[in-house]
């Protein structure tokens, strides 16, 4: 059974970086798909944010600008984002997916983890 | 950006059939295909997968589920409702970069 699994710091400073490792488990990520981080913010809108590919190609959202890396470690099958220069609005409730290219929907979801911007 | 419009909530009554709608900004037809899922998210909970390409059904869905629509005009029909479906519902289009999600419909019980 194919399970994915957020960790990382719930509370991160205001002007700091947000790291997140997404562990996956039951399927190699070098295999095939795409690993995406997708976000819910408070108010319940939630923001695809990126995804790095089976061969490790990235794509992100146009609204993170350079803010955004997302990068993997094979050896451990785990996928990471990191977020700079964090504000109060990047409190939200962090999600890794997978989806398949060229149907961009998302069959298989970690439970999320809250990160809380704040001083 | 593609945006989604979803109506913010609704109640319906144990038993009963109750749809839901989600409008895009922009076509999301092509190649005969509608590039919008939708997925349940209960409480505490991490989305779930229900429909894909507007009208399949994902793996262990209840046939209770189902989608229809095409062009800028979804809807995710759920008959009969019961009272497990209490959750808010997404839709999502994969038709155009970047990945948007409509704001969510939230289903609850009269």
């Known amino acids: 059974e194919i399970q994915l699994q957020e960790s990382g710091p719930g509370l991160v400073k205001p002007s700091q970086s947000l790291s997140l490792t997404c562990s996956v488990t039951?399927?190699?990520?070098?295999?095939?798909?795409?690993w995406s981080w997708i976000r819910k913010f408070p108010g319940n809108e939630m923001e695809w944010m990126g995804y790095i590919t089976y061969s490790g190609s990235t794509l992100y959202n146009p609204s993170l600008k350079s803010r955004i890396s997302i990068t993997r470690d094979t050896s451990k099958n785990h996928f990471f984002l990191q977020l700079t220069s964090v504000t109060t609005e990047d409190t939200a409730t962090y999600y890794c997916?997978?989806?398949?290219?060229?149907?961009?929907?998302?069959?298989?979801w970690g439970q999320g983890v809250m990160v809380t911007v704040s001083s | 950006d593609i945006v989604l419009t979803q109506s913010p909530a609704l109640a319906v009554s144990l038993g009963q059939k109750t749809t839901m709608s989600c409008k895009t900004s922009?076509?999301?037809?092509?190649?005969?295909?509608?590039?919008i899922h939708w997925y349940q998210q209960k409480p505490g909970e991490q989305p779930k997968l229900l429909i894909y390409f507007a009208s399949n059904l994902a793996s262990q869905v209840p046939a209770r589920f189902s989608g229809s629509g095409s062009e800028r005009d979804f809807t995710l029909t759920i008959n009969p409702v019961e009272a497990d479906d209490v959750a808010t519902y997404y839709c999502q289009q994969g038709w155009e970069f970047p990945l948007t999600f409509g704001s969510g419909t939230k289903l609850e019980i009269k």
């Open positions: 922009q076509n999301v037809d092509n190649f005969g295909k509608s590039y």
């Open positions: 997916a997978r989806n398949d290219y060229g149907t961009y929907f998302f069959d298989y």
């Open positions: 039951g399927y190699t990520i070098t295999s095939g798909y795409d």
